[in-house]
């Protein structure tokens, strides 16, 4: 039986030589781990902001995390490499202190851009999320190209399904849900509301498409607009 060892191993190795062969080194080894987008639906990965894994021994070590979205794993095996060394720009920038995105970690900045292009990614921008599109430069896939890639560590990939949460003859909610069409910050609300993005200052709508995550914080917050409950989502 397959099983998501091969897959996890191999993006470690990979990570060890881009790691070496782009940074001397110098990111601090993650958590990686392959698990579904959930709510993030475009995400191909992402990484976290803080160190969330924690070693219970004697040295008292925390990582930050390396998520690869299961559903993707279809994908040619040069472009889940793409997405490992994508957030190992965001790795290596926050090791730095240097903050490469905003907009709620969703828009990539120009910092962001000029450390990817200096680490052996091409980017492109885009109106929504920044200079968030990515692909390996010509040299970085004559790298990955003389590397024995083991295409059996990326056989095994998740259904693309959205699945729908809840419990067996529990109350259906009644509530609408606004989001913002630049950062993709969505609440809310018990009835029908007008609401402004302070951030973006961009108006929600209904059910707006919601952009793709590198990393989220997983909090939830709420507030009262007009003595309407609404719950802030990340």
């Known amino acids: 039986?397959?099983?998501?060892?091969?897959?996890?191993?191999?993006?470690?190795?990979?990570?060890?030589?881009?790691?070496?062969?782009?940074?001397?080194?110098?990111?601090?080894?993650?958590?990686?781990?392959?698990?579904?987008?959930g709510k993030n639906k475009n995400a191909l990965g992402w990484c976290t902001t803080q160190k969330i894994w924690s070693d219970k021994g004697e040295e008292q070590q925390h990582f930050y995390e390396i998520s690869i979205s299961a559903e993707f794993l279809h994908l040619p095996t040069v472009e889940i490499i793409d997405t490992l060394l994508h957030e190992m720009v965001h790795l290596y920038n926050l090791q730095r202190n240097v903050k490469d995105c905003s907009r709620g970690n969703t828009y990539h900045n120009t910092v962001y851009r000029d450390t990817a292009r200096e680490h052996g990614l091409d980017v492109i921008h885009n109106p929504k999320h920044g200079w968030n599109g990515t692909s390996l430069n010509e040299a970085t896939q004559n790298l990955i190209t003389s590397i024995s890639v083991d295409e059996d560590a990326f056989r095994l990939v998740r259904a693309n399904t959205e699945i729908q949460n809840g419990t067996n003859g529990g109350k259906k909610g009644n509530s609408i849900k606004y989001a913002c069409p630049?950062?993709?910050?969505?609440?809310?609300?018990?009835?029908?509301?007008?609401v402004i993005c302070a951030d973006c200052d961009a108006e929600m709508t209904v059910n707006g498409e919601l952009p793709e995550l590198d990393f989220c914080d997983d909090n939830i917050a709420e507030m009262t607009v007009n003595e309407t409950v609404i719950e802030l989502e990340c």
């Open 1 to 37: 039986m397959l099983t998501l060892e091969k897959t996890i191993t191999e993006l470690y190795r990979f990570f060890k030589l881009l790691n070496k062969h782009f940074y001397n080194g110098e990111i601090e080894q993650p958590v990686i781990i392959v698990q579904s987008k």
């Open 182 to 194: 630049m950062c993709g910050t969505s609440v809310r609300a018990t009835k029908k509301v007008n």
